[in-house]
């Protein structure tokens, strides 16, 4: 069922009613040194499960702090009620199905990331707008049919096979004229929007890409996005490797390293979602220096 949407919903921490291929791995002891020192006891501790009836297990952090809070955690049954939640147009709807026969589908957000986005857009009243990786343009094409008439997605995508999917489809929805798509490096797409004048006018930013370079594309879209504006990270959560501290692959290790550095960062406020593969929502509060901050 998930495999259709082309995303990977959270695991339930029990293994059951799980086959043992999607069982995820035990939490180890170990875990409690790579999280903040926030944190006053072993996450080994932090969450436990609760037996519930058929309709999924629940999670309960055990340290006092959290008051004893439960949280549902998505099993595959709940996850599907989510998604039977979601009002998709019928564009998105169709686009996803053809993505969903391409190489690398996975890489499509969710249909209720795609919702997500496109509130928040229009909570903000948002105008400009750039994405930062857009595959077949799921997500961009959420932003673009959110965005007011006179509205502008700067979309970039390296990738030219994926690009043309998405181009037929934001001819097809009538966006097209709203949307100003950039076939290059991310990098130097956006270097060139600081080059030309656009810095701090920009309303809302998503970013998918490459996620060794989370670090660089944040900084540059920091100064492309106007105070109180928003940078949206995807993939956060990367499957749930970053909180395996057996897990220290590149990708990880950058994910890592960023979910740390953001947390520190005094200029913007921030909120980690546990929506598709999790995504930070970033909010521009300080034009100021980044020098000092980082890992700790």
Request: hydrophobic letters at 40%.
């Amino acid at each position: 069922m998930l495999a259709r949407f082309g995303v990977v919903a959270m695991a339930t921490p029990l293994a059951v009613r799980l086959p043992p291929a999607l069982r995820p791995p035990l939490l180890s002891s170990k875990l409690s040194t790579s999280f903040p020192p926030f944190l006053s006891c072993p996450p080994k501790r932090l969450l436990r499960s609760l037996p519930t009836d058929t309709r999924g297990p629940m999670v309960v952090a055990d340290d006092g702090m959290y008051g004893r809070k439960q949280v549902v955690s998505l099993t595959p049954q709940l996850y599907h009620y989510v998604l039977s939640n979601v009002r998709e147009p019928q564009i998105l709807r169709e686009l996803r199905e053809e993505t969903s026969t391409m190489h690398g589908s996975q890489m499509q957000v969710s249909p209720d990331q795609a919702q997500l986005l496109a509130m928040l857009v229009q909570i903000m009243g948002a105008k400009k707008c750039i994405e930062v990786g857009i595959y077949t343009g799921y997500s961009s094409l959420a932003v673009a049919l959110a965005l007011p008439d006179s509205g502008r997605l700067v979309a970039c995508e390296r990738d030219g096979r994926c690009l043309e999917v998405a181009k037929r489809f934001y001819e097809q929805a009538g966006v097209s004229h709203k949307v100003d798509v950039r076939h290059a490096l991310a990098v130097d797409t956006l270097n060139s929007l600081i080059l030309s004048g656009e810095t701090n006018s920009y309303d809302f930013a998503f970013v998918d890409a490459d996620k060794r370079m989370y670090n660089e594309y944040f900084e540059l879209l920091f100064q492309l996005v106007r105070t109180g504006g928003l940078i949206i990270m995807d993939n956060v959560l990367w499957h749930g490797k970053v909180a395996d501290p057996g897990v220290n692959d590149p990708k990880t290790v950058s994910l890592r390293n960023f979910n740390r550095k953001i947390l520190e960062d005094k200029r913007i406020s921030i909120s980690m979602v546990p929506v598709g593969d999790g995504m930070t929502i970033c909010r521009k509060i300080a034009d100021t220096s980044a020098q000092g901050l980082g890992c700790v």
